[in-house]
């Protein structure tokens, strides 16, 4: 088993920034990938970026490319979502989530949801306009 728990998540006006942090316990596992994934009310849950665990390669949605960067530090276990330039439609919960099977690299696979094996419980980002 491996739990997931994220933190980081409040509220920040338009154009502000946010730090999310998801640590990692229980099972380890160096493939696979850690996904960040959110879902705001009424709206299905969308991807919005990746980190492959044995590369550290990262892919985004085009949605937050070029505002949002994924990092880690392995010693803590924990993937970090740095997001920049917030905008209202930023606003959602935020999960992590870890895929442990490593069955595929590429990015219609790591962004699909169901593919992932654990998720934390989220944490909600809110942006004011």
């Known amino acids: 088993q491996v739990q997931l728990v994220e933190s980081g998540g409040g509220l920040v006006q338009a154009g502000g920034s946010l730090r999310l942090s998801c640590a990692a316990s229980g099972r380890t596992f160096s493939a696979g990938a850690m996904g960040w994934f959110r879902q705001a009310p009424g709206k299905e849950r969308e991807f919005v970026g990746v980190i492959r665990r044995s590369s550290g390669s990262v892919y985004f949605a085009n949605s937050v490319t070029g505002r949002f960067t994924i990092s880690r530090d392995n010693a803590k276990n924990t993937v970090y979502l740095q997001m920049c330039s917030l905008k209202p439609e930023d606003t959602a919960v935020y999960y992590c989530?870890?895929?442990?099977?490593?069955?595929?690299?590429?990015?219609?696979?790591?962004?699909?949801?169901?593919?992932?094996?654990?998720w934390g419980r989220g944490t909600q980002v809110t942006v004011s306009s």
């Open positions: 989530a870890a895929d442990t099977d490593d069955y595929s690299s590429s990015l219609y696979y790591m962004s699909n949801a169901n593919n992932y094996d654990y």
